[in-house]
């Protein structure tokens, strides 16, 4: 990864905790825009790293996030909720063929 690739890499990770914050702050839908927005941002952070993206892992890894403690505290280190929220929305969302 270059300096600058890294450089986005960290952008979208702050990117998307501050998304999904807002997101459970405001009482928004794993079904709505704002959560399928989130979905990209975090398939695009996931591609950085991965040699290939695939929904079902994309749905796996959103479920580690609500299985593992560890991954729930970081998400929702500020905002309960939002690990949860970024599992329901992968789940709808690359269920629903659209990232």
């Given amino acids: 990864m270059t300096p600058a690739q890294y ?5 979208l990770e702050q990117e998307i905790l501050t998304g999904l914050e807002q997101a459970v702050q405001n009482g928004e839908t794993a079904e709505g825009a704002v ?6 941002l975090h398939k ?3 591609s950085m790293t991965w040699s ?5 892992a ?3 890894v959103a479920a580690l ?5 560890r991954f729930q505290q970081y998400y929702d ?3 309960p909720g939002c690990a949860m929220f970024l599992e329901a929305a992968v789940r709808y969302w690359t269920g629903a063929g659209q990232v």
């Fill in 44 to 46: 695009e952070w996931l």
């Fill in 58 to 60: 994309h749905q796996g």
């Fill in 7 to 11: 450089e986005r890499f960290q952008q």
């Fill in 35 to 40: 959560a399928q927005h989130l979905v990209w």
């Fill in 52 to 56: 290939q993206y695939t929904p079902q």
């Fill in 65 to 69: 996030y609500v299985a593992d403690e």
């Fill in 77 to 79: 280190q500020h905002v």
